[in-house]
């Protein structure tokens, strides 16, 4: 079995368009929050999102590439680029070696409803345009970026709701534990535009704490009314310990441990059961026994009853331990599709960089987050072991465990 | 509109789709070859004229036409002579 390592991370977010920016604003508990006035006028209960400014990748890639792209796609280009140069691959090495993709998405909202749109008025589908159908596929991040990078090795879309971006880097370790692959770009997108929450928002999930922006997303938190969705993309680099070694790249860190599981439920409404076992799987997987856990990157999205039972989950297996906790989407929103793998992301920079991102707007516990070693402010600190959580609609999980390498 | 407007426009939209360089287009330059298009291309050319022009391009219109100088005549023989002048 082959040992998996972190050789090149890249994101594309909104508390950052860049490494660098992402780990300033990790550090300094920055919100990337806002009231978009456009989502009240079109319906929305909840105006609240993650803001993600719209790259423009005119000059960057010609206009084929470009007008087969959706936005969660441009995102997860620029998120890949900056990977792929931070794990020092260059075309040439993408040229001749097999290198593949699994990234998660689960929706492209805007083009289809863009397209259907024009055939609606026209009564014409040529004239969508050549572009459309490769925007509007669920596949439509590894089809481009397949593509644009000329990659030839795996390529598919993993699609688990909430947990694709997670699942996403799970099996790309497989696959290379396994040995049928060297290096995989891994991923998660979601896109933002105004289409493609709409539904969710629905369903009453969304924060209406809208006079204030940054402090409607808090996990954990007793007064927490809802998550905020948000979006962007994150890429990680995933390789064997062999590959990175040989051709001298820098090694992030490292894949220990990947665990799942189904809740066998309820479509929305989350489990203790399910987690637990996804998390356990992890440990077990990982070998490593609670106690060598320093913090976990929790997937707490700010609704009263997923944080609980995440809460009692995490306290089932490492309750006695009590490992340092915090949920990111704090800062970011729930970046959804692309949420277990920029988590990934965020966890790694801090463990690279020394210290432990706030848990933003945890100000009062409720009887079960009181159980849990949350993060209020950002804390230096050594950590060597990270975890980290991504639950779906449908009761997907998914768990990830990395490892500094020393 | 007169037959150089026609062109003009035919050329501005044209430059807009398939960003390529206006002093590349002349009317014995090749078409496909100029504005690199692919199969795919195509497609994109018909909305472009259906979106500027009015009217459908069919498959099978393409048939034929090799320049600029092609295109902009096929394209005066769908265009309504009276709002040529």
Redesign the interface.
């Known amino acids: 079995m082959n040992r998996v390592v972190i050789t090149g991370l890249g994101i594309y977010s909104c508390i950052g368009k860049d490494l660098s920016e992402v780990t300033q604003s990790l550090y300094q508990g920055k919100s990337g929050i806002i009231l978009d006035p456009n989502r009240k006028e079109f319906g929305y209960r909840s105006g609240l999102t993650g803001f993600v400014e719209k790259p423009n990748l005119k000059g960057l890639l010609d206009r084929r590439a470009r007008i087969t792209l959706p936005e969660q796609g441009e995102y997860a280009y620029l998120a890949t680029v900056e990977a792929l140069k931070k794990a020092g691959l260059d075309q040439d090495y993408l040229d001749h070696h097999e290198v593949g993709i699994l990234y998660g998405n689960d929706s492209s909202a805007k083009p289809v409803i863009d397209a259907i749109d024009i055939i609606r008025e026209k009564k014409d589908t040529t004239l969508v345009g050549s572009g459309s159908v490769f925007q509007t596929m669920n596949s439509t991040v590894t089809i481009n970026l397949a593509t644009i990078f000329k990659l030839r090795g795996v390529n598919f879309t993993i699609s688990a709701a909430c947990a694709s971006g997670s699942h996403a880097i799970g099996l790309g370790y497989h696959f290379i534990k396994s040995g049928l692959q060297e290096c995989i770009i891994c991923g998660g997108a979601q896109e933002t535009n105004i289409y493609s929450m709409g539904n969710f928002d629905s369903l009453s999930a969304f924060s209406l704490r809208e006079s204030e922006p940054a402090r409607a997303s808090r996990p954990f938190d007793r007064d927490r009314d809802g998550l905020i969705p948000s979006g962007g993309a994150a890429t990680v680099i995933l390789e064997s310990l062999e590959s990175a070694r040989r051709r001298g790249a820098t090694i992030l860190a490292e894949v220990i441990g990947y665990g799942f599981s189904s809740n066998g439920g309820h479509i929305s409404n989350p489990t203790v059961d399910g987690p637990a076992r996804s998390l356990q799987m992890a440990m077990r997987d990982a070998s490593l026994q609670a106690g060598e856990v320093d913090y976990i990157n929790a997937h707490a999205t700010s609704t009263p009853a997923g944080d609980a039972s995440e809460a009692r989950a995490i306290d089932e297996v490492f309750g006695q331990v009590k490992p340092f906790v915090s949920s990111t989407k704090s800062m970011t929103g729930h970046e959804c599709w692309m949420a277990g793998a920029s988590e990934i992301v965020y966890s790694v920079l801090m463990m690279q960089h020394g210290f432990l991102a706030p848990n933003l707007n945890f100000e009062n516990p409720d009887e079960d987050s009181a159980k849990l070693n949350i993060v209020k402010k950002t804390l230096e600190k050594d950590i060597n072991v990270i975890l980290s959580n991504s639950f779906g609609f449908g009761g997907t999980n998914s768990t990830l465990i990395v490892r500094k390498m020393n | 509109m007169n037959q150089s407007d026609l062109i003009l426009k035919i050329n501005g939209f044209l430059v807009d789709e398939?960003?390529v360089d206006p002093a590349s287009i002349s009317p014995e330059a090749n078409l496909k070859e100029t504005l690199d298009l692919?199969s795919?291309?195509y497609?994109?050319l018909?909305?472009v004229v259906?979106?500027n022009l009015g009217f459908?391009v069919k498959p099978e219109d393409f048939v034929g036409i090799s320049t600029f100088q092609d295109f902009y005549n096929y394209v005066m023989s769908r265009v309504p002579s009276k709002t040529l002048v």
Do not use: A
């Open positions: 398939f960003e692919d795919l291309d497609i994109d018909v909305v259906e979106n459908k």
